[in-house]
């Protein structure tokens, strides 16, 4: 799919961070956009910002049932839907493993894996009937498909997830000989200034944690504790890595990342690791995040 005008996309997660990036791209090329979004409030001030055909359903990519509804307005209101883009994501604080709480996985895993799901049974099943070149767009992370951190575990294990899923996605489509494609979206750059960073004000009650945990830092903090540690951090344009990953939908690219020689040399030396018997990640100097 080389041009955008007038073809339909849906954004999951769209009404703020990498969504509303994405959405902004979308926009400025002509397409028409769904954003589907669990907040309302923020759906709705989102929507009154973008310059284009763009609507709004609220949307829990939990909920197979919200997810659907979706599908059915998208297609009702337009008749196709040419770009999905499962973007929708949270996290749960740093904790060792045995530390988390049934509730911590079942909330982050209920988004990040199975809205993705419900993402692809929802719409590529239309898709195909429709006939049209299409693509599925899936947002994992380096943190959990390229080297995950250690401390992150309940979110680098839904991220692995999806990373698997749509290399299983992506090769059922070609064997299938559908019209249809899947890439991997990577957010990547430097850090990402985004809501995953607060996303503990979506978490619903019934997945409230079972016992207190360390509050996960907003961006701010971490920056601040960075700075006094000296680090330098490097943030990532949003805007910018939304029309990278436009370009990679274009160049039919299944992993859309920047720097893929340095994540090839982290995955060379995984290799090596694992080629060996050995524990993937160094236990060295892991950083607490």
């Known amino acids: 799919m080389k041009e ?23 926009l400025s090329e002509g397409a028409k956009v769904v954003i589907g979004d ?11 910002g973008f310059d284009g055909e763009v609507s709004g359903v609220v949307t829990d990519v ?5 997810v659907e509804a979706l599908a059915e307005q998208t297609y009702s209101a337009h008749g196709a839907c040419h ?13 060792n493993i045995w530390e988390t709480t049934p509730n911590d996985f079942r909330w982050v895993h209920g988004v990040n ?29 380096h943190d959990g498909g390229i080297s995950p951190l250690p401390y992150q575990s309940v979110y680098a294990s839904s991220k692995a997830a999806v990373s698997i899923l749509t290399e299983c996605l ?9 019209n249809l494609g899947a890439s991997l979206f990577y957010p990547s750059g430097g850090m990402l200034d985004t809501g995953i960073w607060t996303t503990d004000r979506n978490r619903p009650k019934e ?15 971490f920056k601040e504790a ?40 982290t995955l060379s030396d995984r290799a090596k690791r694992i080629g060996a018997g050995n524990l993937p990640i160094d236990p060295q100097g892991i950083p607490q995040i």
């Open 207 to 221: 997945f409230e944690r079972e016992r207190p945990g360390i509050p996960s830092p907003t961006v701010e903090q």
């Open 38 to 48: 669990v907040e309302e409030g923020a759906l709705k001030k989102a929507l009154e």
């Open 4 to 26: 955008f005008r007038d073809k339909v996309a849906v954004v999951t997660g769209g009404a703020s961070g990498i969504g509303a990036a994405l959405v902004r791209a979308l």
């Open 113 to 141: 894996v199975h809205g993705v799901m419900h993402g692809i049974q929802s719409f590529v099943p239309r898709m195909i009937k429709g006939g049209a070149e299409g693509h599925i767009i899936n947002t994992s992370s």
């Open 62 to 66: 939990s909920d197979p049932a919200s």
């Open 83 to 95: 770009l999905l883009f499962n973007n929708a994501g949270v996290a749960a604080p740093s904790a």
């Open 226 to 265: 960075s700075e006094k540690a000296g680090w330098t951090l490097q943030f990532q344009d949003l805007d910018e890595l939304a029309r990278f990953t436009l370009d990679g939908v274009r160049e039919k690219r299944f992993v859309i990342a920047m720097n893929l020689a340095e994540t090839e040399v």
């Open 170 to 178: 992506a090769a059922q489509l070609e064997s299938e000989g559908t």
